[in-house]
């Protein structure tokens, strides 16, 4: 978010559909967990994994990278002003909200990181660290959603920028 949010009322069709594709993504990441997990025990144990285990490893590990790659592009992105909820909030819940989207990008590219040193690398501490970092990503996505949601009730402003429902763009 940028300094002169009060001068942007949209997000541009850009922002939007990297937005939807990003949650997709780990939509697809929290899926394949369980899967992804076993197939690592698999190969922890220098076994073969089989087709579909194979399969599930390269989803959820070129996945996890197709998201920190977006997650850079809506970082650059997000050098221009994206509205907040329309001047509504005071400052202190603009700063909150501004650390609470800082805290996102960051856990989702800690994700991102600490999968591939233990997924490409056999950095075993990464792993406990990815394994603990889905609750705090997961608490994180659910206080954006109940934000999101709670912003400019009953219209639910937020929500409606995000789906291009706003008639701006």
Do not use: C
Not at 40 to 52: A, H
Request: aromatic share 10%; glycine share 12%.
């Amino acid at each position: 978010m940028s300094g002169n949010a009060d001068n942007v009322i949209f997000y541009t069709p850009l922002q939007r559909r990297l937005h939807w594709l990003v949650l997709l993504l780990v939509i697809a990441q929290y899926s394949l967990q369980g899967p992804m997990h076993r197939a690592m025990e698999v190969i922890e144990r220098q076994e073969t994994l089989g087709f579909v285990s194979f399969l599930i490893t390269t989803l959820h590990t070129w996945g996890g990278i197709a998201i920190g790659a977006i997650m850079i592009w809506r970082w650059q992105l997000r050098r221009r002003a994206v509205p907040l909820v329309g001047g509504t909030l005071s400052k202190r819940q603009e700063s909150l909200v501004r650390w609470h989207h800082m805290a996102l990008y960051g856990v989702l590219m800690l994700m991102v990181l600490t999968g591939v040193m233990h997924y490409y690398f056999g950095f075993q501490p990464a792993g406990r660290w990815h394994e603990w970092g889905k609750w705090l990503l997961a608490g994180l996505i659910a206080i954006h959603v109940a934000g999101a949601l709670s912003h400019g009730r009953p219209g639910l402003k937020v929500l409606h920028r995000m789906m291009g429902r706003d008639g701006l763009r």
